[in-house]
Nanobody
Framework: QVQLVESGGGAVPAGGSLRLSCAAS????????VGWFRQAPGKEREFVAA????????DYADSVKGRFIISRDDAKNAVYLQMNSLKPEDTAVYYC???????????????????WGQGTQVTVSS
């Protein structure tokens, strides 16, 4: 079992940056792949970025590639999402997720991740 708690959301102008954090608790967290998803009002939850347990394989949605960076610090049981050059279309609730089975190399659907945080709101104004 893994418990996840996100923080770091907020309101920023277009072009700004935010760093989301996800604090994890649970046994053998370093063995889990971690990911970030987002959900805008009236839309389905969509993949943003994921990082496997080895940290050598990161996958990004095309819409955030080159602007967002996912990282993890297993010593702190933490996952981060550095978001740069934010756009109004990045506005959404961002969720941290973890899964033992995801091995990377493709863009996963939300249903493939078993553990979820409660979400943190990111609002980007134009």
């Amino acid at each position: 079992q893994v418990q996840l708690v996100e923080s770091g959301g907020g309101a920023v102008p277009a072009g700004g940056s935010l760093r989301l954090s996800c604090a994890a608790s649970g046994h053998s967290f370093s063995s889990y792949a971690v990911g970030w998803f987002r959900q805008a009002p009236g839309k389905e939850r969509e993949f943003v970025a994921a990082l496997t347990w080895s940290t050598s394989n990161a996958d990004y949605a095309d819409s955030v590639k080159g602007r967002f960076i996912i990282s993890r610090d297993d010593a702190k049981n933490a996952v981060y999402l550095q978001m740069n050059s934010l756009k109004p279309e990045d506005t959404a609730v961002y969720y941290c997720a973890a899964d033992y089975g995801y091995r990377g190399g493709y863009l996963p659907d939300a249903v493939e991740f078993a553990y979820w945080g409660q979400g943190t709101q990111v609002t980007v104004s134009s």
